[in-house]
Nanobody, 124 residues
Framework: QVQLVESGGGLVQAGGSLRLSCAAS????????LGWFRQAPGKEREGVSF????????SYADSVKGRFTISRDNAKNTVYLQMNSLKPEDTAVYYC?????????????????WGRGTQVTVSS
């Protein structure tokens, strides 16, 4: 069993930055692919970013490319999402997720464990 706890959300003005963290408990953290998803009110959950087990490869949704950066620290069992140049449309609850075998990283069906989410609100 793996537990994930997100932190770092909050209220920020458009153009600002936030850094989300997701700490994982349990063993074999380095064996999992890690993803960030978000869900805005009235919308479906969408994939934001993904990093492979060895951090050798990352992927991003088109809407956040060039603004968000995912990274992981396997020694700390933590994955991060650095969010810059935030826009009001980035407002959502952000979730981290891990999966042992992730085929399509932007599909929430590929992940085994999820955190409870952290709210990000970007004001205009």
């Amino acid at each position: 069993q793996v537990q994930l706890v997100e932190s770092g959300g909050g209220l920020v003005q458009a153009g600002g930055s936030l850094r989300l963290s997701c700490a994982a408990s349990g063993r074999s953290f380095g064996s999992y692919g890690l993803g960030w998803f978000r869900q805005a009110p009235g919308k479906e959950r969408e994939g934001v970013s993904f990093v492979t087990r060895g951090a050798g490869s990352t992927s991003y949704a088109d809407s956040v490319k060039g603004r968000f950066t995912i990274s992981r620290d396997n020694a700390k069992n933590t994955v991060y999402l650095q969010m810059n140049s935030l826009k009001p449309e980035d407002t959502a609850v952000y979730y981290c997720a891990i999966g042992l075998r992730v085929g399509d990283p932007m599909s929430d069906l590929e992940y085994d464990y999820w955190g409870r989410g952290t709210q990000v609100t970007v004001s205009s």
